[in-house]
């Protein structure tokens, strides 16, 4: 069977007999689901690409046995022995300095994850809140954006921004467990989750703790069951009649003055500590003004016609600052066409997400774009390495001789200056990129956002 650690050989077989000694022969037709989706499951799995749990198995590994692998958790959820290994706990950093962490499961157990969440799922989004927008189907950032958007069109231009503190880590399991079985009573699904939830967890030094409270992110099924706790939530504020967006732990009622901000953070504050056992950090919550907080990657900002733009937050500009630093090193051994080729990729995907920006984040892009070419223009200067081999560079791509040379030659010569020099910007420039294929921010928000207004647009009569 399936051992304890989640591996593929049987090693202190996990689906030894329980509960004294008798085999549970699962009749139920939730858990006869779940098995029949192991193989959809595996395949959500595989496109994810994760990395391995305690066990070191890979997805290539699992899928060399796949069908010993499936046979083996079908039997072992059939009859009850199932048992999920140990998670491994990761650090990643988070934007304010910070680390969050990461609980990954074995291979094995995110199938049965997998599975778990899509029979639970549906049944979920029948409870669900319409304000909720993270981790669920047909919806997004962008639709969470656009909603708190609309919010402040209608004039509730305060915004009450509560942190919960370690949210994924305090969830209170016995709560959550009552929360799960108003949806699906089914016994034997309800101790599956269960058990899922006190996984044992290794750390990177090897050593194991117990898990009593909290939903480790990076498991399959812990944006779900992070949505059933918080929807409770969702619905007191419903029942308030409070304006608010969530997306995952990430909660924004909207008001119209921060007196009323102040209020409705107070009152709210105390219903989460008091009914849902979790805690509000109350350093990193406040009522603001929507361009100030963060929220999904984006804030909101009135512009001088008095529209309500979605813009870029500053988190997420420092970001992507950060970024193009790291991409376009000063040292950068290969050729310039790789560097650029790289940079592309990451642009691409960062304005596939980005591009709902509105027109007051143009300048802000341009800015971006002349940051990357000037940085591209410093791997140049340093790759032409002696000033002799740089003047004569810039005299053969179109620069005069005496400029190109007085420049070079200045005082203050170093490469970054040279990199936003006149000079280096009338001859190498914005066309040398575009010839190279560099993606421009700002074109390609304007070619998106011309298509859109052009599907928009409303034929007069008569005109074909």
């Known amino acids: 069977m399936v051992d304890k650690r989640g591996g593929l050989l049987p090693q202190e077989s996990s689906a030894a007999p329980k509960d004294g000694g008798k085999e549970m022969r699962s009749s139920s037709a939730v858990m006869n689901n779940v098995i029949a989706l192991l193989p959809k499951a595996f395949d959500k799995v595989a496109s994810n690409n994760g990395a391995p749990g305690p066990d070191r198995q890979d997805i290539e590994q699992v899928r060399k046995h796949l069908a010993h692998v499936l046979r083996e958790l079908g039997a072992a959820l059939r009859d009850g022995s199932y048992r999920p290994g140990m998670t491994r706990r990761v650090w990643i950093p988070k ?34 809140h319409p304000n909720s927008h993270g981790f669920r189907p047909g919806r997004s950032c962008h639709s969470a954006i656009l909603q708190a958007r609309d919010y402040v069109e209608q004039g509730s231009d305060w915004v009450v921004d509560i942190d919960l503190e370690k949210f994924f880590d305090t969830v209170n399991h016995q709560r959550l467990m009552a929360r799960l079985a108003e949806i699906e009573s089914d016994p034997e699904l309800l101790k599956l989750v269960g058990l899922m939830l006190k996984a044992r967890t290794v750390m990177p030094d090897g050593l194991v703790v117990a898990n009593d409270t909290g939903v ?53 504050s105390q219903w989460i500590t008091k009914t849902l056992r979790l805690k509000v950090n109350a350093g990193k919550s406040a009522v603001a003004r929507p361009r100030e907080r963060h929220f999904v990657g984006f804030s909101l900002e009135t512009n001088d016609a008095d529209e309500v ?156």
Not at 100 to 109: Q, S
Not at 362 to 370: M, V
Request: net charge positive; with cysteine.
């Open 95 to 128: 934007a304010d300095g910070g680390q969050r962490a990461l609980g990954i499961p074995n291979v094995v157990d995110r199938i049965v994850q997998t599975a778990v969440s899509m029979v639970l799922e549906p049944k979920c989004e029948q409870r669900f």
């Open 216 to 268: 480790p992110q990076g498991g399959p099924l812990s944006a779900l069951l992070s949505n059933i706790v918080l929807n409770e939530l969702d619905w007191k504020l419903e029942e308030r009649g409070h304006k608010f967006v969530r997306y995952a732990d990430d909660c924004k009622i909207y008001v119209r003055s921060e007196r009323a901000g102040q209020r409705v953070m107070a009152s709210t």
């Open 309 to 464: 733009e979605i813009r870029l937050s500053e988190r997420s500009l420092k970001r992507l600052r950060a970024k193009v630093v790291e991409l376009t090193p000063r040292n950068w051994g290969d050729k310039l066409d790789s560097c650029i080729e790289r940079l592309n990729s990451y642009l691409i995907g960062w304005l596939g997400f980005f591009s709902i920006v509105g027109q007051g984040e143009l300048r802000t892009l341009r800015t971006i774009d002349a940051h990357i070419r000037r940085r591209l223009r410093a791997i140049m200067f340093k790759h032409w390495k002696r000033k002799q081999t740089m003047a004569r560079r810039l005299t053969k791509m179109g620069a005069r001789h005496k400029t190109a040379w007085d420049t070079v030659y200045a005082g203050s010569s170093r490469i970054w200056w040279l990199s936003g020099s006149s000079v280096a910007n009338s001859t190498i420039k914005n066309a040398y990129f575009v010839g190279k294929g560099l993606v421009m921010l700002a074109e390609r928000w304007n070619a998106k956002h011309s298509k859109i207004t052009a599907s928009g647009q409303v034929l007069l009569p008569g005109i074909v």
